[in-house]
Structure formats: structure tokens, C-alpha cells
């Protein structure tokens, strides 16, 4: 089967089956738990902004593209605001309740940053850069945005949507041409994998990382793909039959279908997974004292023992993905890292420009969670193993992480967990 992938995860000292095991058996169950509570389930965005790059396209009329709203007494009063944590109050200072951290006041807006490619006055940029060296987040971050609006994952879960067609392609395109790192010369969309390897680590990785995305997207919309339509349709809730499409799974996939990287892209799906599970794994010793705070007692110790339990399975897991051999040795690689976060961002504000407000949801929250996974990784701020006594010194703040940073991530790992679960699914189907 072609989906049966052997060996090794490229870039990554660990094999598909021990991933298969570790993620199908231990860590699928417990996330799909976990994601159902309160903390996780209600993420706040918004999905109003302007696309930046163009204004030409139409927005997406299908049905299935519809988010529906939230109901406001739906969403739980500790994340409304109405109710404050009295541990947060105590350890972090009542400013961040009345002025959130605004992570749009720092590098983007200074340059007006706004080419889909990476400004050719980048030298002085990167001057700027090191100058202010306020550069730990990937994606900006801005809690207290005024269009941002809570959206009920569950109501809205990621599946087919009929989004295809020149505005999907465009999105993808502008991605992987303008956005990705590339090797010389490579004129096509996707990069063919025999190309990777003349291309350093972290470019590989950066590509890897958007193609194993872009591969979860794919899987998770052939394993609930529209089946039957039901009658009397309505625009704000869409009925119908939804389940997997093995043909579909197929023409995506297989390497007779897809210029022979069918594979490599599910392969890619791997790496991202081992890259996010080890970000988790990082930055555990910060969550394990995370209050997930929604205002409801009884549920918010449920999330704290549920947290506890998954990132004890993945802290037996051990690390199978290196950051530390990455952006290693002076200038080159801080120009590089800096290179690196600018193309991310911009694929970032790339999201504003999906014609389907599903599909945006989804594709914001998991860039959101890879910007996230980054943010650990590279940001140096996750380096030391912190004990409670270090929280409380002056440096408590340099680990904070922001509410909708962390029900990104860990809903970004529950995408990638499932699409791995599925991917076994199509195996038994084709067996
Ligand atoms: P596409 O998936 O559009 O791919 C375009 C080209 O990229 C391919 O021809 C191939 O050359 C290359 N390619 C394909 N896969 C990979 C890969 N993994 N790595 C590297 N290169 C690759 N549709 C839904 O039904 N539901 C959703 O929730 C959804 N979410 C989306 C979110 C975003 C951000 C975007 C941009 C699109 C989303 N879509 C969604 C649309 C979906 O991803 C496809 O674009 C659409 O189904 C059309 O598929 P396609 O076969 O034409 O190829």
C-alpha cells in the first residue's frame, strides 16, 4: 500500500511505525478527550480581516464554508472576562487583564511589512531586527482584538467544504512559491524530493513543516468528505453524510496520482507531527502549571488532570525531532532564523486571503499553532527547565504564553494526531 510508509521520518531520528503506535494508541485517545473541554473547544478569532495581498477574490458562496456563531451563553464567563482567575490575578498583575500584551505593536507594523516576498531591503531590516530583538513570536498575537469573535470548535469541525478551484490554488501557490524557501531553478508548486536534500536543514524544515500541513488538510477532508447531501439544506446549518472517500484518499495521495510525492507528503505530515509533539513536550513543565481557567472549578481541574496525563505520555516519548542543531553558528543563522519567522508571518496573513471561512478557521488556528510550536522552539525562552521558585522572579513573564497560543497548539497537535489515525483508517480500508 502506498500509504504504508517505511522507515525513517525524514529529518527526525524516529521510524513511521514507532509514530503510529505512540500517537494511535496513546496520544489520538487522550487528545480527543481533551479537546472537548471547555478551555480548548471555544477559540477566539477573526475571521473579518482584509486579505493584504489582493482584493480580486469573490468570497466563497458553499454552504459548507459557513462558520456558525457562538452563542454568547454558550461561551464559559472565565473566558468571556466576566470572571478572573484569582490565581492568574496574584501570579501575573491585574495589567494583563487591562492592557493584553499587543503583539501587532512590534516588527510588522514598523516596516509596514506587506510584499507577499521577503523585502529586498532585507539586510537593513534584519539590522532593525537585531536591534530591537523582540522577536519571539511567529504570528501575531492579539488577544484583544475587537473583531475577534469565539468560535465553537466542535460546532464547526474541519472536513470538506467544496473549497477548491483558482482561489484555493492561489493560497497554496502563493505559499509554496513565494513563501517556502526553494531550491534554484524549481518552477513547480511543490518541490520534488530529491531537490530537499540540496537545501539546508532549516529550509527543508520549513517546507516540510507547510507540506505536512497542507497534507493534514487534505487527509482530513477525504476522511470526512460530504457522502449524501440532505434535503432542506439551510445556509447556517448545512445537514448531510459525512465520512471517508477512499477514491478521493487515492487520487490525492497515491504517487501514480501525484507526480510520485503522494508519499513524501504524507511523510511530511510525520515530521510536523514529531516537530509540534516535541514544542508540547518543551514547553510541559509551563503547562503542567497552567490553571486552563474557564470558571467552571469542577471542569477546570478535569482539563488540569487531563493535561497532566497527556504530556506525561509525552514526556515518556523521547525527543525524536532536534531543535537545537537548527540556527546554530552566529550571524548567518540569526539572518537566517530571521528570514525564516519573516516568510512564516507572511503566510500568516496569508490566511486572510482563504475564500472560505471554514477553511480559514482551521488553516488560522493551525499556522497559529505551528507560529506557536516555533515560539517554543526558537525563541530560546523555553530553554531552561524553569522550577516554581524561577516562575516567581522577574523573568515569570518571559514564559507566558497567551490563552489562544495554547488552545492553538494543542488543537494543532489533535489535527495532525487525527490525521495520523485516519491515515490508518485508509490503510485497513485498502487492505
Ligand atoms: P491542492 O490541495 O489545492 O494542492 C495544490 C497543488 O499543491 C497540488 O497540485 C500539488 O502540486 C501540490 N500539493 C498538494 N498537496 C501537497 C502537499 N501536501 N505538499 C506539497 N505540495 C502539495 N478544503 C476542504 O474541503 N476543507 C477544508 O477544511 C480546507 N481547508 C483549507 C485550508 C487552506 C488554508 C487552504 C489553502 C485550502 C483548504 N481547502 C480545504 C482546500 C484544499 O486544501 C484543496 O486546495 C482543494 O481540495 C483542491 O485540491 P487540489 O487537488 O486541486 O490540490
Keep these: ?3 504504508q ?14 509514530v503510529d503506535h505512540f500517537n494511535n494508541v496513546k496520544v489520538y485517545p487522550r487528545l480527543r478527550s481533551l479537546l472537548t473541554k471547555n478551555y480548548f473547544r471555544f477559540y477566539k478569532v477573526n475571521l473579518k480581516h482584509d486579505c493584504p495581498f489582493w482584493t480580486d477574490d469573490s468570497r466563497c458562496a458553499m454552504k459548507y464554508c459557513h462558520v456558525e456563531a457562538c452563542q454568547e451563553e454558550d461561551i ?3 473566558l468571556k472576562g466576566g470572571a478572573k482567575s484569582p490565581k492568574l490575578m496574584a501570579d501575573h498583575g491585574a495589567e494583563k487583564y487591562s492592557e493584553s500584551a499587543n503583539c501587532n505593536d512590534d516588527y510588522n507594523d514598523e516596516l509596514g511589512y506587506l510584499n507577499t516576498t521577503i523585502s529586498a531591503k532585507a539586510e537593513e531590516d534584519f539590522a532593525l531586527w537585531t536591534a530591537h530583538d523582540a522577536q519571539d513570536n511567529f504570528c501575531d498575537v492579539n488577544e484583544n ?4 469573535e469565539y468560535v465553537d470548535l466542535l460546532l464547526n469541525p474541519e472536513r470538506y467544504t467544496g473549497y477548491r478551484g483558482k482561489s484555493a490554488h492561489r493560497i497554496w501557490h502563493s505559499i509554496y512559491m513565494e513563501n517556502c524557501f526553494r531550491p534554484q531553478n524549481s518552477y513547480s508548486s511543490y518541490i520534488h524530493s530529491d531537490l530537499l536534500n540540496g ?15 497542507h497534507a493534514s488538510i487534505n487527509i482530513h477532508l477525504c476522511a470526512k468528505y460530504l457522502l449524501s447531501e440532505s434535503s432542506g439544506i439551510s445556509l447556517t446549518s448545512p445537514k448531510g453524510e459525512w465520512g471517508p472517500n477512499l477514491e478521493e484518499f487515492k487520487s490525492r495521495f497515491s504517487p501514480d496520482n501525484t507526480i510520485g510525492e503522494g508519499p513524501n507528503w504524507l511523510r511530511n505530515l510525520y515530521f510536523l507531527y514529531l516537530l509540534e509533539i516535541r514544542a508540547l513536550a518543551k514547553a510541559s513543565p509551563y503547562l503542567q502549571r497552567e490553571e486552563f481557567y474557564t470558571g467552571d ?4 481541574w478535569d482539563t488540569q488532570l487531563a493535561v497532566k496525563d497527556l504530556l506525561s505520555v509525552i514526556k515518556k516519548f523521547p525527543d ?5 542543531i537548527m540556527f546554530s553558528g552566529g550571524t548567518e543563522a540569526n539572518k537566517m532564523k530571521y528570514e525564516f519567522k519573516q516568510h512564516f508571518r507572511n503566510i500568516t496573513r496569508i490566511m486572510d486571503c482563504v475564500g472560505c471561512d471554514k477553511c480559514k478557521l482551521w488553516g488560522k488556528l493551525q499556522i497559529q499553532g505551528l507560529g506557536t510550536a516555533l515560539k517554543i522552539l526558537f525563541s530560546g525562552k523555553f530553554d531552561q527547565e524553569y522550577t516554581a521558585p524561577y516562575l516567581q522572579n522577574k523573568h515569570k513573564k518571559d514564559f507566558q504564553l497567551e490563552r489562544t497560543e495554547i488552545v492553538s497548539l494543542i488543537n494543532s497537535i489533535g489535527r495532525l494526531s487525527t490525521s495520523i489515525y485516519e491515515l490508518d483508517e485508509f490503510r485497513l480500508m485498502l487492505r
Design 76 to 78: 464559559p464567563p472565565g
Design 320 to 324: 525524536h525531532f532536534n531543535e537545537s
Design 145 to 148: 482584538d475587537s473583531d475577534a
Design 297 to 300: 472549578e469542577a471542569q477546570d
Design 5 to 18: 510508509l517505511q522507515g525513517r521520518i525524514d529529518d527526525c531520528s524516529c521510524n513511521v511505525d514507532t
Design 1 to 3: 500500500c502506498f500509504c
Design 199 to 213: 537545501m539546508c536543514l532549516e529550509k527543508r524544515a520549513f517546507y516540510r513543516a507547510i507540506s505536512g500541513l
